[in-house]
Every structure is written in structure tokens, then in C-alpha cells.
């Protein structure tokens, strides 16, 4: 009996402490673990990896010691320079919204997204305020990300960052937003690293607030020559509301097709309230129509011009390759022309010449973003072997110097 009990106790006490274990809630540590890494696996698939191709030209300076200071013994090199960013897929459409600086001057685009798919991208346009970009891929299945409203993210939050880092994508770090900027833009305190530029910021509820618009460095000076850490622990973030506002204007543009004259105005002739011509563009409408510097325009469609304002809309509004009526006065003569409108051409972070005459193209902008200067290591290891050749060289020199004087 005695035994039958003593059992009974132990399986109780077994079923006890085994049902108590399994009753205990996990371990909060556990449960934000799992929190963390269901928020960067729901980022993840918005986010693409950006990479741009260009050639660049450099020139190798092949002579050495003190000859090199009164001779060239150069040659002219080039190769191809990839350039790595971060994306962020804005719609089912397959507009990715990256920054300009991963663009600098680009003669390919390619964007990777989560499952390792390679696309050649189409460039759409550049705010050129923000550097905020547009490309396009042709893909199905794309899962955007989920903008969230920055206007009501508060001060010391919490926020995900997730893009390419170095190569390696996704990648995530975490940060605080820690104050807004003049311009409206979030300054975050996250582990920024080469390639996230173009990374989203995302909420704890798993919607974009913002992308990384640009790394804050640290005086390299006041560090000392240990200065070896080349990853930055700020950044600004370019916030939702004004990605979307700037996406959709962009897009937008894209699509549209306004019309194009080819003409410059004489600021000073709109003092005394006329519009007239300061320059016609080679091969633009305005030039096979035969207008000239120095006519003052009068009427467009027979509707008198009221100021520059209303002209700049009128052409813009006008379907290229409509024919238009514009009188104007030569010479105290009255005259009317009938160009046929072309097609104003978006701006272009790699201006390209056209195919038509229709298209305009004197007015294509060059980036203002210049090219990274990136050293291969050969590079780098050719500046020092001359770097300390000079110093030989100097070294050498002052010796002599000094040996003359004591002679």
C-alpha cells in the first residue's frame, strides 16, 4: 500500500512540475526576438538591391623618382566602375524608388530583389531638390511596401532600417528617430554602411516611414589617425509623406508629354511687360518656323499673351506635334508663324542625344551628382609606392643640400 502510494505521489509530482513547466509564459527575450524577426522578413521583400554600371577613364602616371616631376610618362585607362545601392519597391507596377547618388552617371541599371532575381531597370526621373529617383523593372508578383503616415511618428521611436549593406542584402539595423530637420526630414541614430543609401525605414508596425537620403559622417580630423571606421551612426531620412508626394509628381511626368517651343526669353523686355526672344535653339520648332532673337510675341492660338506664366503653361499644355499660330512683331512689322510643337524632354541623369528632331535636347541637364571616386587596390598601392618615392627623393635631395652647405 505503502508503495502503490509513494508512486502515486511521484506521477503527480512528475505531472505536476511538467504541466507547470509548459503552463510558464516564454521568455520576453524570446518573444522580442520573434517579434524582431517576423518585422525584417515582413520588410524584407519590399526592399531590392540597386546596382548601376558606368565606365570611367583615369590616367596612370608611369614615371618615377624626380624624373616624374619634369616629365609625363602617362596612360590613359579605363574600366568599368558598378556602383551598389538600396531600393524600395513603391508599386505592383515595378516603379523602385532608390536615390540619385546609386545612379551617378549610369549607363546600365539592375535591380536584385529578395528571391535573387536580376531585372534591367528603366530610368523614369530624379527630384532633383531631394535626389529622390525613379527606376522601373518589368516584373509580376512584386510586393510593395506599406507607407506608413511619418506625421504622426513620434520623437525617440524605434525604427528598422533595412536595405543592402555592403553587399550583403537584406540587411537590417535598428535606430531611434531622434529629431526632424528644417526640410521636414527624420535624424535617425542607425548603423548606416556603404550600399544604404535608399534603405527604408520602417515602424514597429512593419510600415515605411522613410528612406535613407543621406549618411552624417564625423570630422575625420577630430578622430586622430585612428580614424578606421568608415560606417556612419546617423543619417537623414527622406519621411513617407514627401516620398509619396515627390513618387507620384515624378511618375507623373513621366507619362505626360508636353509641348516644347525652343525658345529663351529676354528677362528685361518682361520689366515693360513683353515676352520677347533672346535665343532660338538650333533645330527646335521655333527655328524651323523661322522665328528669331529679338521678336516680340504677341498672340499663341490667337489668344493674347498676358505674361511668361501663362505662355510657359500654354506651350507645355499643347500636344506635341500640334500645329500652332504665334503672332509676333518684327521689326514694327506684324508677323505670324505656324511651328509644329515637340516634345519637351524629362530630365535626365544620363542625357542621351535623340533620334527625332521633335525631341528636345539642348535642354538636358547633367547631374549634379558627381561619380564616387572609388581606388582599386592596385591603385592605392601605386599612390604610396609613389608617395614614397618622392619622400626618398626629398630626403635625398636635403641631404645634398645640406653636405653643400657644410662644404
Same mark, same amino acid.
Given at each position: 500500500?505503502?508503495?502503490?502510494?509513494?508512486?502515486?505521489?511521484?506521477?503527480?509530482?512528475?505531472?505536476?512540475?511538467?504541466?507547470?513547466?509548459?503552463?510558464?509564459?516564454?521568455?520576453?527575450?524570446?518573444?522580442?526576438?520573434?517579434?524582431?524577426?517576423?518585422?525584417?522578413?515582413?520588410?524584407?521583400?519590399?526592399?531590392?538591391?540597386?546596382?548601376?554600371?558606368?565606365?570611367?577613364?583615369?590616367?596612370?602616371?608611369?614615371?618615377?623618382?624626380?624624373?616624374?616631376?619634369?616629365?609625363?610618362?602617362?596612360?590613359?585607362?579605363?574600366?568599368?566602375?558598378?556602383?551598389?545601392?538600396?531600393?524600395?519597391?513603391?508599386?505592383?507596377?515595378?516603379?523602385?524608388?532608390?536615390?540619385?547618388?546609386?545612379?551617378?552617371?549610369?549607363?546600365?541599371?539592375?535591380?536584385?530583389?529578395?528571391?535573387?532575381?536580376?531585372?534591367?531597370?528603366?530610368?523614369?526621373?530624379?527630384?532633383?531638390?531631394?535626389?529622390?529617383?525613379?527606376?522601373?523593372?518589368?516584373?509580376?508578383?512584386?510586393?510593395?511596401?506599406?507607407?506608413?503616415?511619418?506625421?504622426?511618428?513620434?520623437?525617440?521611436?524605434?525604427?528598422?532600417?533595412?536595405?543592402?549593406?555592403?553587399?550583403?542584402?537584406?540587411?537590417?539595423?535598428?535606430?531611434?528617430?531622434?529629431?526632424?530637420?528644417?526640410?521636414?526630414?527624420?535624424?535617425?541614430?542607425?548603423?548606416?554602411?556603404?550600399?544604404?543609401?535608399?534603405?527604408?525605414?520602417?515602424?514597429?508596425?512593419?510600415?515605411?516611414?522613410?528612406?535613407?537620403?543621406?549618411?552624417?559622417?564625423?570630422?575625420?580630423?577630430?578622430?586622430?589617425?585612428?580614424?578606421?571606421?568608415? !560606417?556612419? #551612426?546617423?543619417? =537623414? $531620412? /527622406? *519621411?513617407?509623406?514627401? &516620398?509619396?508626394? %515627390?513618387?507620384?509628381?515624378?511618375?507623373?511626368?513621366?507619362?505626360?508629354?508636353?509641348?516644347?517651343?525652343?525658345?529663351?526669353?529676354?528677362?528685361?523686355?518682361?520689366?515693360?511687360?513683353?515676352?520677347?526672344?533672346?535665343?532660338?535653339?538650333?533645330?527646335?520648332?521655333?527655328?524651323?518656323?523661322?522665328?528669331?532673337?529679338?521678336?516680340?510675341?504677341?498672340?499663341?492660338?490667337?489668344?493674347?499673351?498676358?505674361?511668361?506664366?501663362?505662355?510657359?503653361?500654354?506651350?507645355?499644355?499643347?500636344?506635341?506635334?500640334?500645329?500652332?499660330?504665334?503672332?509676333?512683331?518684327?521689326?514694327?512689322?506684324?508677323?505670324?508663324?505656324?511651328?509644329?510643337?515637340?516634345?519637351?524632354?524629362?530630365?535626365?541623369?544620363?542625357?542621351?542625344?535623340?533620334?527625332?528632331?521633335?525631341?528636345?535636347?539642348?535642354?538636358?541637364?547633367?547631374? !549634379?551628382? #558627381?561619380?564616387? =571616386? $572609388? /581606388? *582599386?587596390?592596385?591603385? &592605392?598601392?601605386? %599612390?604610396?609606392?609613389?608617395?614614397?618615392?618622392?619622400?626618398?627623393?626629398?630626403?635625398?635631395?636635403?641631404?645634398?643640400?645640406?653636405?653643400?652647405?657644410?662644404?
Amino acid at each position: 500500500m505503502k508503495k502503490s502510494t509513494f508512486s502515486f505521489v511521484i506521477c503527480a509530482a512528475i505531472v505536476f512540475f511538467i504541466s507547470n513547466g509548459y503552463s510558464q509564459k516564454p521568455s520576453p527575450l524570446l518573444e522580442l526576438q520573434s517579434e524582431l524577426s517576423r518585422l525584417i522578413n515582413h520588410a524584407k521583400h519590399s526592399i531590392v538591391t540597386v546596382n548601376s554600371k558606368t565606365t570611367r577613364s583615369y590616367t596612370i602616371d608611369k614615371s618615377s623618382g624626380i624624373i616624374s616631376l619634369f616629365w609625363n610618362n602617362t596612360e590613359e585607362k579605363k574600366d568599368q566602375l558598378k556602383i551598389v545601392g538600396s531600393g524600395i519597391i513603391y508599386n505592383k507596377n515595378g516603379y523602385i524608388i532608390t536615390k540619385s547618388s546609386t545612379l551617378a552617371n549610369f549607363e546600365e541599371i539592375f535591380v536584385i530583389t529578395c528571391d535573387s532575381t536580376e531585372y534591367a531597370a528603366e530610368y523614369i526621373g530624379t527630384d532633383e531638390l531631394t535626389g529622390l529617383s525613379i527606376i522601373k523593372i518589368d516584373a509580376q508578383k512584386l510586393k510593395p511596401a506599406t507607407f506608413g503616415d511619418s506625421d504622426n511618428t513620434p520623437m525617440y521611436s524605434m525604427i528598422l532600417v533595412v536595405g543592402n549593406s555592403m553587399g550583403i542584402s537584406p540587411f537590417a539595423s535598428f535606430g531611434i528617430v531622434n529629431s526632424v530637420s528644417e526640410q521636414g526630414m527624420f535624424v535617425i541614430s542607425a548603423a548606416i554602411n556603404p550600399g544604404s543609401n535608399g534603405a527604408g525605414a520602417f515602424n514597429i508596425n512593419g510600415e515605411l516611414i522613410g528612406i535613407v537620403s543621406a549618411q552624417l559622417f564625423p570630422d575625420a580630423f577630430t578622430m586622430g589617425p585612428a580614424f578606421f571606421n568608415y !560606417s556612419s #551612426q546617423n543619417a =537623414i $531620412i /527622406l *519621411t513617407s509623406n514627401q &516620398i509619396r508626394s %515627390i513618387a507620384a509628381e515624378i511618375i507623373k511626368a513621366h507619362h505626360e508629354q508636353k509641348g516644347w517651343l525652343g525658345i529663351d526669353i529676354n528677362i528685361d523686355s518682361l520689366v515693360s511687360g513683353k515676352i520677347v526672344i533672346s535665343k532660338v535653339i538650333p533645330g527646335s520648332p521655333a527655328h524651323r518656323a523661322g522665328l528669331k532673337p529679338g521678336d516680340w510675341l504677341l498672340k499663341y492660338n490667337n489668344n493674347f499673351l498676358k505674361d511668361l506664366d501663362e505662355f510657359a503653361h500654354l506651350i507645355e499644355g499643347t500636344k506635341p506635334g500640334a500645329i500652332v499660330s504665334i503672332d509676333f512683331i518684327r521689326e514694327n512689322r506684324p508677323l505670324k508663324v505656324l511651328p509644329r510643337i515637340g516634345k519637351k524632354a524629362r530630365y535626365s541623369l544620363n542625357p542621351i542625344k535623340p533620334q527625332s528632331d521633335d525631341v528636345q535636347f539642348q535642354n538636358y541637364q547633367q547631374s !549634379s551628382v #558627381q561619380p564616387p =571616386i $572609388i /581606388l *582599386t587596390p592596385a591603385e &592605392i598601392q601605386q %599612390i604610396n609606392s609613389r608617395m614614397l618615392q618622392l619622400e626618398n627623393e626629398i630626403l635625398r635631395l636635403k641631404t645634398k643640400i645640406r653636405g653643400t652647405r657644410q662644404q
